[in-house]
């Protein structure tokens, strides 16, 4: 079980400072981040690309760091249902019903993950940026969905589905 905190401990700090670095952005170079370029870790905002000033990057730490605390026991539960996924289904075992309790509880932790992402992302839009960033934001997101849409329909109508990079 210690284990397993220290695991979820680890991940949690990973992806918090992961976080803030990205929303502290690139030193003069462009940064693609996980999800290519123009996309924000997840958050919903590509805080990288909004220029935030050094006084706007301390808010975003802070905010971060404060849902820290919120985010602890989401990260344990996604650890100790995963290794009870991984106990039931050892040695080839598997039994439906147990594995569809642990979906089920898996989607409801992941769904609180979003909910929660989201609120931050939230936070940071109406407390942090500025109306032009926002407005920035909005554009970025609005391309999100286009491309997520082209992909959509890519997959739709039977063609590759897999990006390309100029996307």
């Known amino acids: 079980m210690k284990k397993y905190l220290a695991v ?13 670095a990205n929303a502290q952005g690139p030193e003069g170079g462009s940064q693609k981040g996980w999800g290519g370029p123009g996309h924000g870790m997840g958050m919903g905002l590509a805080l990288h690309e909004l220029n935030l000033t050094d ?14 605390a919120n ?16 106990a039931a ?3 080839g075992q598997y039994e439906e019903s147990k594995i569809q309790a642990l979906a ?3 989607g409801q ?3 609180a993950m979003i909910a929660n992402r ?22 970025l997101r609005t391309q999100q969905i286009n491309r997520i849409n ?3 329909q890519k997959i739709g109508n039977g063609t590759n589905a897999s990006p390309s990079p100029a996307q």
């Open 89 to 91: 289904t050892a040695n």
């Open 118 to 139: 989201e609120k931050v992302a939230h936070q940071i839009y109406t407390q942090v940026l500025t109306t032009d960033q926002q407005a920035q934001a909005e554009q």
């Open 109 to 111: 932790l992941h769904a």
């Open 55 to 68: 006084a706007q990057k301390a808010q975003v730490k802070e905010i971060m760091q404060a849902n820290r």
């Open 71 to 86: 985010m602890k026991p989401l990260f344990i539960q996604m650890q100790q249902n995963r290794a009870a996924l991984l």
């Open 8 to 20: 979820s401990l680890m991940a949690l700090l990973l992806c918090g400072g992961a976080l803030v």
């Open 150 to 152: 082209q992909h959509i």
């Open 104 to 106: 089920l509880q898996a």
